[in-house]
Structures are given as structure tokens and as C-alpha cells.
């Protein structure tokens, strides 16, 4: 498995697990009261900044653990076989990458259609957070699930 699609696996697990703790965060919020005047800004700000130090700790930790298993796989060989496992992206990651970005924009753009129509329709700022946060959260799972995909089965042109 090559660093781009270990990345992808990563990526997709902090934005699963980002969402769920955001939702449970903010229901645990309204604890039964209306949900738009449940606190959702100090979720929101712990699952962002959580997401963003979780990605990083785990793409380390993952590269390291990644390269002292290939190194132990086959030790005369250990430094090539570190260098293959942590190598740069090659064209056809390059390819991929860009595909699954591409290919999972247009859930950001929705979060921030929606976000303007409800503004127009002057829904809270509570609704108007919520799906711009959603249409980002979406985006993320959709390209990594993509790119994921991609990595097996090839991209079609």
C-alpha cells in the first residue's frame, strides 16, 4: 500500500469519526431541547481542531510503523524496501489525488449553496453552520471513499 492511499484510509477515518463525535457532541447539547439552540460552535472547534491533529499524529505514526514493518519484512534489503514504502507520489497518485478532489468539490459547493439559500430564507446560524461544516465533512468522506476505490479498481477514463 503506497503512502497517497494510506493517507486516503486515514483521511477517511478522521472524517467518520470527526462527524460522529461532532453529532453526539451537539445532541448530547440539546439534551432534548431544541436544536438550534443547542451550543455547536465548541464542538465544531474541538472536532476541527481534533481532525486536523489527528490527521497529522496518524499519518506519522502510520509512515513509521509502515517502514519499520517493511524494514523488519526483509532486512538485507531494509533500505530500499523503507525507501519504496515511503516514497513520493508517482503519476498515477498524482492522477488519483486529483480525480478524488475533483470528483468530491461539488459537496463543498453544495454545503455553500445551501448555506446562501438559508440565508436568504434567514434560517439561524445554527442550520447555516451546520450544512457548510456537513458539505466539508462530506467532501472529505466522499474523496477519500473515492480515492479509495480508485485504488483498486483504476481510474476510467
Known sequence: MVAEQRNAWI?????????AVYFSLVMGAAAGGPLAEADYITPM?????????????????????AAIVAGARDPKTAD???RRVMQDSDERDRAIN??????????VVAGALAA??????????????????????ASAIFGAIFKLAAYRWGLRA
Do not use: P
Open 116 to 137: 446562501l439559500v438559508f440565508a436568504w430564507f434567514e434560517f439561524g446560524h445554527f442550520w447555516i453552520a451546520n450544512v457548510v461544516f456537513l458539505g466539508f465533512y
Open 80 to 82: 530500499e524496501t523503507v
Open 11 to 19: 483521511a477517511l477515518a478522521v472524517a467518520v469519526i470527526g462527524y
Open 98 to 107: 486529483k480525480a478524488g478532489e475533483l470528483a468530491a468539490r461539488w459537496l
Open 45 to 65: 472547534l474541538i472536532v476541527i481542531i481534533g481532525s486536523v491533529i489527528g490527521t497529522v499524529v496518524l499519518t506519522v505514526a502510520v509512515a513509521i510503523i
